[in-house]
């Protein structure tokens, strides 16, 4: 079960996916030249030369923050680019780009980012709150 929802979800597997370092010990023996400080990734999020196989979230090599939200857009260009490869269309390109940033550091206390702005204290706070709720949200009505 998930959450409060008392809903019920059916699986083949389930992969933890949540800690400090990415874990890319499932790529030893010939997988391995594929590792460079993460999965080596194309413009795309492939692996090069396997085009059949896509790449998302903090295991990529992509640098850029490792958050949730560009996990996220991983994950929708890697969506689009599997049904654009069953369908024989064009391929997307995903582009990293600097996002704001809303950090928690606790009850009271955030820090938002962006390019050269920053801001702490409680309105960040109330911030970040208010986007884990409507988060939330929307995950509980999916």
């Given at each position: 079960?998930?959450?409060?929802?008392?809903?019920?979800?059916?699986?083949?597997?389930?992969?933890?996916?949540?800690?400090?370092?990415?874990n890319v010990d499932f790529m030893t023996g010939?997988?391995?030249?594929?590792?460079?400080?993460?999965i080596v990734v194309n413009e795309y999020l492939q692996i090069p030369q396997m085009e059949n196989v896509f790449v998302a979230?903090?295991?990529?090599?992509?640098?850029?923050?490792?958050?949730?939200?560009?996990?996220e857009y991983h994950g929708k260009v890697v969506a689009y680019n599997v049904?654009?490869?069953?369908?024989n269309r064009e391929l997307?390109?995903?582009?990293s780009k600097k996002?704001?940033?809303?950090?928690?550091?606790?009850?009271y206390c955030g820090i938002i980012e962006y390019k050269n702005f920053v801001l702490t204290g409680?309105?960040?706070?109330?911030f970040k709150w208010m986007i884990?709720?409507?988060?939330?949200?929307?995950f509980s009505k999916a």
């Amino acid at each position: 079960m998930i959450g409060e929802s008392s809903r019920e979800y059916s699986y083949d597997a389930v992969f933890f996916t949540v800690g400090i370092t990415p874990n890319v010990d499932f790529m030893t023996g010939n997988m391995s030249k594929f590792v460079s400080k993460g999965i080596v990734v194309n413009e795309y999020l492939q692996i090069p030369q396997m085009e059949n196989v896509f790449v998302a979230g903090d295991v990529s090599n992509m640098i850029e923050e490792k958050t949730a939200q560009n996990a996220e857009y991983h994950g929708k260009v890697v969506a689009y680019n599997v049904l654009a490869l069953i369908n024989n269309r064009e391929l997307k390109k995903y582009v990293s780009k600097k996002r704001l940033m809303v950090i928690s550091l606790g009850k009271y206390c955030g820090i938002i980012e962006y390019k050269n702005f920053v801001l702490t204290g409680w309105i960040p706070a109330l911030f970040k709150w208010m986007i884990e709720k409507m988060v939330m949200r929307a995950f509980s009505k999916a």
